[in-house]
């Protein structure tokens, strides 16, 4: 579960990394997440910041450490093998494979689809750059490249 909190924050957008998004993301009782957040803060892989605009609202980021632990699990012994089985079967495309997969499980639980946001049917691009059309906020190109909870299927 640790390792899955590191990894969505290191890809979630500036919409997404809240502690509800991510409970929401793992499919995991907010009590859980929360005893799971605790821990990566005290252990310095990940901070917690409270929201400029709302103070109700707390954002997680990735911190150096845990950015490193990341790294190690991700070139671990464990994806080797998994990558080795797909292509023994000849599956080529493992994102597909993967996205297809979570897509089945997800609609399956009804749970929230939380894309890319370049691929949801909000995202709008502008000569002034990219906008979200939920939220009508500006976004950047990293944004753009990022999960979002808010993602809704084009």
């Known amino acids: 579960v640790h390792l899955q909190i590191l990894d969505y924050l290191s890809r979630c957008n500036r919409y997404s990394d809240t502690p509800a ?20 803060t005290k252990k310095g892989f990940i901070k917690k910041t409270v929201d400029s605009n709302d103070r109700r609202v707390i954002h997680l980021s990735l911190l150096f450490e845990g950015e490193q632990v990341l790294k190690k699990a991700r070139s671990s012994e464990l994806f080797n093998e998994a990558s080795a089985i797909f292509k023994e079967n000849n599956f080529t495309n493992h994102h597909d494979i993967f996205s297809n997969a979570l897509t089945a499980l997800q609609k399956a639980n009804q749970s929230h689809s939380f894309g ?9 691009e502008s000569s002034a750059g990219f906008i979200c059309g939920l939220t009508k906020e500006p976004l950047s190109q990293s944004d753009s490249e990022k999960i979002c909870q808010e993602h809704s299927v084009a």
């Open 116 to 124: 890319l946001c370049k691929t949801c049917r909000y995202f709008t």
């Open 21 to 40: 998004a991510l409970t929401n993301y793992l499919g995991m009782t907010r009590g859980t997440v929360s005893q799971s957040l605790l821990l990566l």
